[in-house]
Nanobody, 122 residues
């Protein structure tokens, strides 16, 4: 059974940092593209993703501030978020998809976690 579990959310002031983790079980970790998405008042949007070859992708709004990585030994996806802004406030979700398809397209992701809340105050 596939299971994704996020942790690490919380409340910080603008300029602060948070590190999100997502433990992935039930999947051959190295064979799937893993991504982070977020949903505030609007639609769920792609934040970052890491492919099977470890290439990374970022939304323009987080480039230079967020870093996605994965720990194969622990089966964990990580999102390091620095220089946080109030507009980063959202529920953050990790997700996994098979190889292929645009990294930012939600429909390609087959498995999702329950989310972790990030709140950034000004």
């Amino acid at each position: 059974q596939v299971h994704l579990a996020e942790s690490g959310g919380g409340s910080v002031h603008a300029g602060g940092s948070l590190k999100l983790s997502c433990v992935v079980s039930g999947l051959p970790f190295a064979d799937y593209c893993l991504g982070w998405f977020r949903q505030g008042p609007g639609e769920r949007q792609a934040v970052a993703a890491i492919d099977t070859d470890d290439s990374t992708h970022y939304a323009d709004s987080v480039k230079g501030r967020f870093t996605i990585s994965k720990d194969r030994f622990k089966g964990t996806l990580i999102l390091q978020m620095n220089s946080l802004k109030p507009e980063d406030t959202a529920m953050y979700y990790c997700a996994a998809k098979p190889y292929g398809g645009a990294w930012e397209t939600l429909a390609f992701y087959e498995w999702w976690g329950q989310g972790t809340q990030v709140t950034v105050s000004s």
